[in-house]
């Protein structure tokens, strides 16, 4: 059996968009430095939401 290993959270940032580029991405060039922290310290992952796929 597996242990419970913490608390788990679901954090939706709607209106946010992923992108590798960082010309022209308001994102990517502004300081959020506790966004920040958490993708440097947590694991996530990025959904497809537009498109085909939905």
Same mark, same amino acid.
């Given at each position: $059996? @597996? *242990? *419970? *290993?913490?608390?788990?959270?679901? +954090? +939706?940032? #709607? %209106?946010? %968009?992923?992108?590798?580029?960082? /010309? %022209? @991405?308001?994102?990517? $060039?502004?300081?959020k430095?506790?966004? #920040?922290?958490?993708? /440097?310290?947590?694991?996530? =992952?990025?959904? =497809?939401?537009h %498109?085909?796929?939905?």
């Amino acid at each position: $059996m @597996n *242990k *419970k *290993k913490g608390p788990l959270a679901l +954090i +939706i940032i #709607d %209106g946010w %968009g992923h992108s590798p580029k960082r /010309e %022209g @991405n308001a994102i990517a $060039m502004a300081s959020k430095p506790f966004y #920040d922290e958490l993708c /440097e310290k947590y694991p996530q =992952t990025l959904l =497809t939401a537009h %498109g085909a796929r939905v």
